[in-house]
């Protein structure tokens, strides 16, 4: 069997639409049977002409693209694409093709196509990895296991498997997964990581046992490398993201 790896970056923009830098979601090749699941929402915003009040409106639809064996990255972005206009009620949502493996997307509001404003709970078993970016300041990445999932030590060839995480191009943290480890055990490592880097615009929180949330600002097109092969895990490893000025201020702590 191919080893299957989980590679999630993800980068979402959460803003007026107008301001928000759009989403693209760069996509490699499928190694191996399995899906590329998400969820898109997108935010409109306007000011009440009588009250001066700004409202905002927000519809979602999830995404799942199957794929049953091996596929080249532009032939796995096509089936992503489909399943975007499968999506939601059928006709308002669609992928845009930036190049032959990178999609934006949007949302039909009215009689106008307006970008995605987020992308949520990304989860890639095809064997290789899913890339979210935008051009965005200041991003604000969560990190979520199963709090059920325990490692078995190895992938699905058999060889040992390992963590890997990546917020920015120098805070890298790999670790090896022993058979036994827990999420949270995994989760609690990657914050010490984060912490004992003391890296100047980062910002980390605890948002649960074998969950938090880590603030980059300052930084022009940060992304998130999230890479899991241990069979135990590599199914309920998932990740997002918030893009915007004042993201989780209120919740987010310094190093």
């Not at 060889?159 to 920015?168: A, D, K, N, Q, R």
């Given at each position: 069997m191919r080893k299957t790896v989980v590679l999630m970056m993800v980068l979402v923009a959460f803003a007026a639409v107008a301001q928000a830098e759009p989403l693209k979601l760069k996509i490699g090749p499928g190694a191996s049977p399995g899906q590329v699941s998400f969820g898109l929402s997108a935010t409109t915003t306007s000011v009440d002409p009588l009250s001066g009040a700004t409202v905002s409106s927000t519809e979602s639809a999830d995404v799942v693209a199957y794929a049953e064996g091996a596929l080249t990255a532009s032939a796995k972005a096509a089936l992503v694409a489909q399943a975007v206009e499968n999506a939601g009620e059928y006709g308002t949502w669609r992928a845009v093709p930036v190049s032959a493996t990178v999609l934006a997307f949007e949302h039909l509001v009215g009689d106008s196509w307006v970008p995605a404003g987020s992308i949520s709970s990304l989860l890639d078993t095809t064997g290789s990895g899913t890339q979210l970016y935008t051009s965005d300041h200041v991003v604000a990445f969560s990190l979520d296991i199963d709090p059920n999932a325990v490692a078995v030590g190895f992938d699905e060839q058999g060889?040992?498997?390992?963590?890997?995480?990546?917020?920015?191009n120098s805070l890298t943290f790999t670790r090896a997964v022993q058979a036994g480890d827990t999420a949270e055990v995994l989760v609690n490592e990657f914050q010490a990581f984060l912490v004992a880097q003391q890296a100047e615009g980062v910002q980390v929180t605890r948002t649960g046992a074998t969950s938090l949330s880590v603030k980059l600002q300052g930084t022009t097109g940060a992304a998130l490398n999230w890479q899991v092969t241990d069979t135990?895990?590599?199914q309920g490893a998932t990740a997002g993201a918030v893009v915007g000025p004042s993201i989780l201020d209120s919740q987010l702590i310094e190093r």
């Open positions: 060889l040992p498997s390992f963590l890997t995480v990546s917020v920015t135990g895990l590599f």
